[in-house]
C-alpha cells in the first residue's frame, strides 16, 4: 500500500513509526524515468510505503536528508528503524528485495527482543 506524504506531520509520522517498526520511505521524482520505474519496482514489497513526491514537496525532501544524513537524490529509498536509516540505496541500486530483507530482519529482532 502507498501512503503520500505531504506535509511534515505526515514525515514525522513515518519516523516516529520507524520506532515500532521499520518502514520505508521513498523519494519519487515525477519527472524521472528510472524512478517512475523503481516506483514500480516496489510498489509491491511486503508492508507500508511512504512516497514523497519532490516536486510537491521539496522542503521534505530536505528534511529527509536532514535526519537521514544522505544527500538529496532521486529515487531514492530508506528503510527506518527506530528514526534512522538502516537500508538505503538510489536509482537502479534500489532492490526490492533487499528490501523486503531488511525489513524482515528488522521486525524479527524486534520481536526477538519482545
Request: charged share 25%; glycine share 6%; net charge negative.
Amino acid at each position: 500500500m502507498i501512503n503520500k506524504v505531504d506535509s511534515i506531520k505526515k514525515l514525522d509520522d513515518v519516523f516516529d513509526r520507524s520506532h515500532g517498526s521499520p518502514v520505508v520511505l521513498f523519494k519519487h521524482s515525477n519527472r524521472c524515468g528510472i524512478s517512475s520505474h523503481v516506483l514500480e519496482m516496489v510498489r509491491d514489497i511486503d508492508g507500508e510505503l511512504h512516497v514523497v513526491v519532490i516536486q510537491e514537496n521539496r522542503d521534505l525532501s530536505n528534511e529527509i536528508s536532514a535526519r537521514t544524513g544522505y544527500t538529496h537524490q532521486s529515487p531514492q529509498a530508506f528503510v527506518l528503524k527506530d528514526g534512522k536509516p538502516v537500508y538505503h540505496a538510489t536509482h537502479y541500486g534500489i532492490d526490492p528485495s533487499r528490501i523486503e530483507d531488511v525489513v524482515q530482519m528488522h521486525r524479527k529482532t524486534e520481536h526477538a527482543g519482545a
